[in-house]
């Protein structure tokens, strides 16, 4: 009541006054002719430029001598400063605010200090601070400044936001009161956002100062912007390579689209790499990346002059480009590239250099037998039925440094139209309307050679250059509503720049190559078929004496009929193939059929008059069952969901008329599985020849022979499946609830991480708590359920794919009977992982070899999260590369450095005699 009576007194005699003073101004005269002196001390600006507001959840309290008490999450607002805290004393003359925590009945501290001012944050367990000079003294002070975290018992802040503290801790673990490592500043300066100046410094590990390892002083710059810089070197040791410094450089921020980074290595026996790495993106238009690196490796000794059996010299480059394009960015004019070209010794000697930067990824690259490189441009044309596509290829065998270079592969393509459709059609369509016609043009120019001859092949001679034009004409009509005729007339013409001519040499027993002529030459041939098919459905309904489980099954076939016809393009009148007569070694005379044309990139007519008909069948059954997780009540599965047959016979053929019998099969067992199993059948039979030690196939059928209609020839499937913790609960109920399945998922992905670190620098400095960066001194949630059991799950996975293929073995022959035996093969790969505890992860794969009977490949990986650092362990236990690798690292990329590796490299397991 008396405050109030205050207040009221005092704004009375605050409105008395302004209008004495008021008053007095309107009654003295003012003298025109009189200056009045300016002061120039500019007035005391008392009190603030705002108002303070102010609030907390429990309560407020106000004393006489203005002071303010806040308990219970207070809140302290200034302009863009704010203070958080669970007590917050607050003297309403100075400015002056106290804020503190508070203990809960089990005497734990919560409820910590934060303050906010912009973008900067600092918690701390107590704070001082003046809102009108923006001074404050803070204990315990707790900023996050880059990738790590400052702390310091004492803290001075200055109006221009510096902190000067005495001493300071500066770490990326976010355990603050007993961080696993930290570096000690006795002194420093903090500039947030911008660095941090300190005077001596030194490690501290587990709270073990490492005396040795220290500074006289030491800069941490800090930048949230896109700025170039120094890329500091890696350093550790080979032991076929020396000591090596490597990936330092310097790193360029071009612009806001494209940066490059130019990196280097050097070893203490001679060998020494460089390397380019660029990265760009256009948003909703293209993004790609560039590496371009050059290797000298060097290995073994030279004593006087005097190269060792060991020693080499090697020099490699790599080129890795990829790039894509944004599909909205233009729709009628696309380009993509991925190109992944190296010398084929390049990864065997950079196994731990510019592009393989672990010990998995080096053997992998090591052993990897082949690479791919295309470029890709694809321009349409709108409201046209016309494209054209270029690509350039390359592909390589490293085994034998071989090349398969195209260069171009130019494709012109026409959709399907119809050119007898009339644009404004009056009545029904009319039958020469259902005609249509498409063009596909191939223009092809390649080459295959080895790496060192292919800037010396010749354009005209060594290089294959070749034209085709394909043109189908088809169309589709209805007989009787059931049946669809389709017939059709395919045309293909090649161009080609020269011919081949062989003759006899009597040195090789065999046709040799004569001469080669060029020029231009068309090679075309052209056939015409016509197809009849329909569909039938069969339904069937169980008896009842089988229950009514199963309410009905239903069978569709699909058969279908052709003709197709060709002439005989062997014909020596088109000139496509030519027929040589010699005498052998033996004296006898000889006869051979060749192609001028053979082994060009769009292939030859084939020999032979053709006169086809196909028999195909294909079947799909059914079944309608009851079900009551269905809401209809019913659901459907399949049977089988494809069965086909097809053979045909060739009727202008004077011998061998018969195909083989082709046979698919593919089953669903559920939605996650599905068998494909594809068969060949022999419909001939053979004879044994003595003198050739060989089967000889006759022109004679086996049904003729009484053997049934078909011999297996071929046949082959593969299948994977996944285990996991699911798999056995899902096979035997008991699926689990929802949160189980969610947990599981989870505890998947995190799995499946192969290697640490994958989430990106800041993954272990993630701000908690809302924001908070100090963690109340409460019992953390334990991993229990609601009834507060502790949930236990183990996250793994085993995950395998089988293939077989079961073929005739040319090699192996049963005389008795004229038949082949068989031969299977088989290819086994497996790959898993078991995460045992939260922070124990192991994955591995693996390949079986089943001639030799033996693993031929397999990686294995294990890590530990050791919180702020991170423990990896990769080793390669079979095979000529095996290697190993360790390596205990802080997971922030700021300190990098601070790591201790130890590997192998493949090279140091060779037996060099």
């Not at 003073?21 to 300016?38: C, G, H, K, N, R």
């Not at 004393?89 to 605010?97: F, T």
């Not at 000690?184 to 590990?205: E, F, N, Q, S, W």
């Not at 060709?566 to 004296?587: R, V």
Request: hydrophobic share 30%; proline share 4%.
């Amino acid at each position: 009541m008396f405050l109030r009576y205050r207040v009221f007194i005092f704004l009375i005699f605050l409105l008395t006054r302004s209008f004495v003073v008021s008053a007095q101004e309107e009654s003295i005269p003012t003298d025109s002719l009189e200056v009045v002196p300016v002061d120039t001390i500019p007035p005391k600006k008392n009190g603030l430029d705002a108002p303070v507001n102010y609030q907390a959840k429990d309560s407020i309290v106000m004393t006489a001598d203005n002071w303010a008490f806040l308990y219970g999450e207070g809140s302290v607002k200034y302009q863009n400063i704010e203070l958080e805290a669970e007590l917050i004393q607050m003297n309403m003359d100075s400015s002056l605010v106290n804020a503190t925590f508070a203990l809960d009945t089990a005497g734990l501290e919560f409820g910590y200090p934060l303050f906010k001012e912009g973008e900067q944050q600092y918690e701390s367990k107590t704070m001082r601070y003046n809102f009108g000079s923006k001074k404050g003294y803070i204990t315990d002070v707790i900023t996050q400044q880059g990738e790590g975290f400052v702390t310091s018992g004492r803290t001075k802040k200055m109006p221009s936001d510096v902190l000067n503290m005495a001493p300071g801790r500066y770490t990326t673990c976010d355990e603050h009161d007993h961080p696993h490592f930290y570096i000690h500043m006795t002194k420093a300066k903090v500039r947030p956002k911008k660095d941090i100046v300190t005077g001596p410094v030194y490690l501290v590990l587990e709270d073990v100062p490492l005396y040795p390892i220290g500074l006289p002083f030491a800069f941490f710059p800090f930048t949230s912007s896109y700025s170039s810089g120094i890329l500091m070197p890696t350093f550790g040791e080979e032991s076929s390579r020396g000591f090596f410094l490597r990936d330092g450089g310097y790193y360029f921020a071009l612009s806001d689209y494209m940066d490059l980074a130019l990196t280097g290595e050097i070893y203490t026996k001679g060998s020494w790499g460089l390397a380019a790495k660029s990265s760009y993106r256009k948003r909703y238009k293209y993004s790609g990346n560039f590496n371009l690196a050059y290797q000298v490796s060097k290995y073994g000794d030279v004593i006087k002059g005097q190269k060792l059996p060991d020693y080499s010299l090697a020099k490699d480059f790599k080129i890795n480009w990829s790039h894509s394009q944004d599909p909205k960015s233009n729709p009628f004019l696309t380009f993509s590239a991925s190109v992944n070209f190296a010398t084929s010794s390049f990864d065997r000697n950079n196994e731990y250099g510019h592009f393989n930067g672990n010990s998995s990824n080096g053997y992998g690259s090591a052993t990897e037998n082949t690479k791919g490189s295309t470029v890709n441009i694809t321009k349409r044309f709108p409201n046209n039925p016309f494209s054209i596509s270029g690509t350039m290829s390359v592909n390589q065998r490293m085994k034998d440094s071989s090349l398969a270079v195209t260069l171009p592969d130019l494709t012109v393509t026409m959709s399907r139209i119809f050119p007898f459709k009339r644009k404004s059609r009056v009545g029904a369509e009319r039958w020469y309307e259902k005609i249509s016609m498409q063009y596909t043009g191939y223009l092809r120019n390649s080459i295959t050679t080895k790496e060192d001859q292919f800037l010396k092949a010749s354009l005209v001679k060594d290089w294959k250059n070749a034209m085709q034009h394909k043109i189908p004409v088809s169309a589709t009509f209805s007989l009787f509503n059931y049946i669809n005729i389709t017939p059709t007339f395919n045309y293909t013409e090649r161009w080609y720049s020269n011919k081949v001519e062989k003759e006899y040499d009597p040195t090789q027993n065999a046709l040799m190559v004569k001469d080669t002529t060029y020029g231009f030459y068309r090679v075309y041939d052209y056939n015409a078929s016509v197809s009849a098919s329909t569909t039938v459905y069969g339904n069937f309904k169980p008896w009842s004496i089988f229950g009514d489980a199963v309410q009905m099954i239903r069978h569709r076939l699909e058969p279908s009929i052709s003709f197709s016809a060709a002439p005989d393009f062997g014909d020596p009148s088109y000139g496509f193939y030519k027929t040589y007569l010699y005498e052998d070694m033996n004296g006898i005379q000889q006869e051979h059929v060749y192609s001028p044309f053979e082994g060009r990139e769009f292939g030859i007519p084939s020999k032979g008059k053709q006169g086809s008909v196909s028999f195909s069948v294909s079947n799909n059954v059914e079944a309608k069952i009851r079900s009551d997780k269905d809401s209809t009540g019913f659901k459907k599965i399949s049977l089988i969901d494809k069965l086909s047959l097809s053979i045909s016979n060739n009727l202008a053929a004077d011998s061998f008329q018969w195909s083989d019998i082709s046979a698919s099969l593919r089953l669903k067992f559920s939605k996650s599985y599905t068998l494909n199993l594809n068969a060949m059948f022999d419909t001939y039979t053979y004879r044994y020849d003595d003198h050739t030690n060989s089967l000889v196939r006759q022109n004679k059928t086996r049904w003729e022979a009484g053997k049934g209609l078909g011999r297996l020839r071929s046949t082959g499937t593969s299948f994977s499946y996944t285990f996991n913790n699911d798999t056995f609960s899902k096979l035997f109920g008991g699926g689990g609830s929802e949160k189980k399945g969610d947990q599981g998922a989870s505890a998947n992905n995190t799995a499946d991480q192969d290697q640490p670190g994958m989430n990106g620098p800041d993954e272990e400095t993630a701000t908690t708590e809302g924001g908070r960066l100090r963690k109340d001194q409460k019992a953390e949630a334990s991993d229990a359920d609601a009834d507060g059991y502790y949930v236990n799950t183990i996250p793994w996975s085993l995950s395998f794919n089988y293939s077989m293929n079961l073929n005739y073995d040319n090699q192996k022959i049963d005389i008795a009977n004229a038949e082949y035996k068989y031969k299977i093969t088989h290819a086994l790969s497996f790959n898993g992982n078991i995460q045992p505890t939260k922070n124990w992860r192991f994955n591995f794969n693996a390949t079986y070899d089943f001639d030799n009977n033996k693993l031929s490949y397999m990686t294995c990986n294990i890590s530990r999260t050791l919180h702020c650092w991170q423990m990896t362990a990769s080793f390669v236990p079979v095979g000529p590369y095996k290697t190993y690798s360790f390596s205990i690292a802080v997971n922030s990329s700021l300190l990098k450095d601070l790591k201790w590796d130890q590997r192998s490299n493949y090279r140091d397991g060779q037996k060099w005699y």
